[in-house]
């Protein structure tokens, strides 16, 4: 069973930054592509970011493009996401995926493996 945990959010002006973390056990997580996805009230569940297995390939959403790196670190079985600049607008709950494909998709429903959300808020 695969388990995923993120942490790493919580309340901050805007401008500033934060770095989620995202630990996934349970399978081979080196060979996982890891996406981040995000969900604020009164709106759809939105892709901000993914990574392939290797960290070679990495692609986000325009609205972040710029101010939010992802990256992972496979001997730790763990993804990162780096928010910088951030916006009021990107408050929302920050949910990390894990994928079975083999190739990384910021369509939703080509992951398998949720986490609980960490909840970020920016403040203006």
């Known amino acids: 069973?695969?388990?995923v945990v993120e942490c790493g959010g919580g309340l901050v002006q805007a401008g500033g930054?934060?770095?989620?973390?995202?630990?996934?056990?349970g399978r081979t997580f080196s060979s996982a592509p890891m996406g981040w996805?995000?969900?604020a009230p009164g709106k759809e569940r939105e892709f901000v970011a993914f990574i392939s297995w290797s960290g070679?390939?990495?692609y986000y959403a325009?609205?972040?493009?710029?101010?939010?790196?992802?990256?992972?670190?496979?001997a730790k079985n763990t993804v990162y996401l780096q928010m910088?600049?951030?916006k009021p607008e990107d408050t929302a709950i920050y949910y990390c995926a894990v994928s079975s494909s083999d190739y990384p998709s910021e369509l939703w429903f080509q992951y398998d493996y949720w986490g609980q959300g960490t909840q970020v808020t920016v403040s203006s």
Not at 63 to 68: A, T
Request: net charge positive.
């Open 17 to 25: 930054s934060l770095r989620l973390s995202c630990v996934a056990s």
């Open 37 to 39: 996805f995000r969900h």
């Open 62 to 74: 325009d609205s972040v493009k710029g101010r939010f790196t992802i990256s992972r670190d496979n």
């Open 84 to 86: 910088s600049s951030l």
């Open 1 to 3: 069973q695969v388990q």
């Open 56 to 58: 070679e390939i990495t």
